[in-house]
């Protein structure tokens, strides 16, 4: 399934849907969509069938999700392999004490060549983060998130 694809299943779902009122759309169509992305999911990742619902749940909802396990469990491949199989980019960012705000976001760099500034972006310019220990990272640097 291609980025595209999904996200028109959400861009389709936002323009049917108010506040008042919810149309009708093609329920077994998304039903079968997404247990196509699920079960592509569980080709790399056993047993974790209801965390990976969850995880699609909060890609379609355009939320977060706080993830804790013990080490080793496969986290971080749970979430790159939704995230191929929906067809989004994926980034995975180790949080130290020497990364800062700039890594995150991104900066503008002065080129003398072209004399202007080229923007380098930054780890949140991706479909899917996965940020590592936030914890160990600076104030200023967790709120650049």
């Known amino acids: 399934m291609t980025k595209r694809k999904l996200f028109s299943l959400q861009n389709e779902y936002e ?9 009708s759309y093609d329920t077994k169509a998304l039903h079968g969509k997404l247990t ?8 790399v990742v056993v047993g ?4 990976i ?9 355009g939320g977060h999700v706080l993830i804790e396990d013990v080490p080793g469990v496969g986290k971080t491949t749970m979430v790159s392999a ?5 067809g989004l980019d994926f980034r995975r960012a180790q949080f130290t004490p020497d990364v800062t705000a700039s890594d995150i976001t991104g ?8 004399e202007s500034f080229d923007f380098t972006s930054g780890l949140v310019m991706t479909n899917v983060l996965l940020a590592d220990e936030i914890n160990r990272a600076s104030p ?3 709120s650049a998130l």
């Open 140 to 142: 200023k640097t967790q």
């Open 82 to 86: 939704l995230s191929k199989a929906c």
């Open 15 to 23: 323009r049917t849907t108010t506040m008042s009122e919810t149309k």
């Open 48 to 51: 974790k069938r209801n965390e």
């Open 107 to 114: 900066f503008n760099i002065y080129n003398r060549k072209t």
């Open 36 to 43: 196509a992305v699920i079960e592509e999911t569980e080709k």
């Open 53 to 61: 619902t969850l995880l699609l749940s909060a890609i379609l909802a």
